[in-house]
């Protein structure tokens, strides 16, 4: 499901390398692909995609089709498609592990390839990393604030396109989440898959108590019965009268979900009925335009709910919909480069992130550097591909990368686990780099 098509570019990539091949520029360019800012509501970004990148590079190739295409727009002529249809990308990849946090100007992956492989490979590039960043960025907050709560993605239906719905559940489930509803996304990756039932099945039945009892018996594993279509607390007592049938016939109800209402109040109210009518081991479980905010005033509220669905704002990111991203030439044939416009300046060079702890292991700063100067503190950037080839020790199975993004989410200082925090969290640019752009200028 995930498309690896060479021609998910923009087509001045292409035009440039037609560039390049006229005049033989060929030699090794090294780009970075950095956050200028963070967005509005975000104290940290959690990298994540890399997986995606690495399968992309690896698979690089201009099909037979695509070069008989290229060849229809008159944009090139045939000696420079014959060069696209022996184009691989053969070159190194640096780069932060998924789900590391990370702060603004810091690179989380540099290539490091002859210049038109790197020039090529840019827009697919930040597709994959923007968008899966994005999203476990914002996930990471629910789960910072939900603590020990089920999470599940439930935002396939409302993403912009297949692609992005898949990717968001996998990015969701990195950052912390239990699962995901899309189906496809558990084949795919072996995320976990959760479902209950919709309003649609309830409504089909001239009864609801009937629709619940049908349900039941058709996924007696996994009972979990949407009790909000019409009345919420009318919901709960016929889930309480229906318990004892389905135990006779060794059918156990898992959970109850709400999806409307004011979820805190309803919560309370269906608790009490369930612990009255002896339902105490009954979960529930609530939906509905649902993102980090909305968790945050349930705890406030000491809402009873054991686990949240969350779709449109995480899949879109709704409060943040975008990253102020880059990828960037920082030097080319053994050159640094640096670009100077105005409010986009760079860092030349190849660089390294350093970062410091305290004595409790929390994160107190980060130092970027060039990539030889060793600032103390653990350095972030690790060789991911040699040659066109992913290192296969350097690679992680998805439930690893799971748990050592939590391991992250602990390192963080308290004040840039809240959400509405201020703290700016210390990135320092080491002096050695800032020399490095000033010969640089001088040189321009």
Request: aromatic share 10%; charged share 25%.
């Amino acid at each position: 499901m995930i498309a690896r098509d060479a021609l998910l570019t923009d087509l001045y990539q292409l035009t440039m390398l037609h560039g390049y091949y006229r005049h033989a520029m060929n030699d090794t360019a090294v780009f970075e692909f950095f956050v200028r800012k963070l967005p509005k509501n975000r104290n940290f970004l959690v990298a994540a995609g890399l997986e995606q990148v690495l399968e992309f590079l690896e698979n690089l190739r201009f099909s037979g089709a695509e070069i008989d295409w290229l060849g229809t727009t008159g944009h090139f002529k045939a000696d420079f498609l014959d060069y696209l249809a022996e184009m691989t990308f053969t070159g190194d990849v640096d780069a932060m592990p998924e789900g590391t946090v990370f702060f603004p100007n810091e690179p989380i992956l540099r290539i490091i390839a002859p210049f038109p492989e790197a020039q090529l490979v840019e827009s697919r590039v930040i597709n994959l990393l923007h968008f899966q960043t994005l999203i476990a960025s914002k996930a990471a907050r629910s789960v910072l604030i939900a603590g020990d709560k089920l999470l599940v993605d439930f935002g396939f239906r409302r993403a912009h396109g297949a692609e992005a719905g898949i990717l968001a559940a996998r990015a969701s489930y990195l950052a912390g989440f239990s699962g995901t509803a899309t189906v496809c996304a558990g084949q795919q990756f072996g995320i976990p898959v959760y479902g209950t039932m919709a309003h649609s099945f309830v409504q089909a039945h001239d009864d609801e108590s009937e629709a619940f009892l049908r349900f039941a018996q058709a996924n007696p594993d996994n009972v979990v019965l949407l009790i909000d279509t019409y009345d919420t607390e009318a919901g709960a007592q016929k889930v309480v009268a229906l318990a004892p049938i389905l135990q006779a016939a060794g059918i156990r109800i898992k959970g109850v979900r709400l999806d409307s209402g004011d979820l805190a109040e309803h919560a309370h109210k269906v608790r009490q009925i369930l612990d009255e009518g002896g339902l105490r081991k009954v979960t529930i479980f609530a939906s509905g335009g649902l993102d980090e905010y909305q968790l945050e005033i349930m705890r406030s509220r000491q809402a009873p709910i054991d686990g949240y669905g969350i779709g449109t704002y995480l899949d879109t990111s709704a409060d943040a919909p975008y990253l102020d991203c880059a990828y960037k030439l920082q030097e080319y044939a053994g050159v640094p480069r640096r670009k100077r416009s105005e409010g986009k300046a760079t860092w030349p060079g190849r660089k390294q992130v350093y970062r410091r702890f305290d004595l409790d292991g929390i994160m107190i700063g980060d130092t970027i550097t060039v990539e030889d100067e060793d600032c103390g503190g653990e350095s972030l950037l690790q060789r991911v591909m040699q040659s066109g080839r992913p290192i296969t020790m350097m690679q992680r199975s998805l439930n690893q990368i799971r748990i050592d993004t939590q391991d992250q989410l602990n390192t963080l200082p308290d004040a840039l686990k809240i959400l509405a925090g201020d703290e700016i969290y210390p990135v320092v640019i080491s002096d050695n780099l800032k020399r490095l752009a000033q010969r640089v200028d001088e040189g321009y």
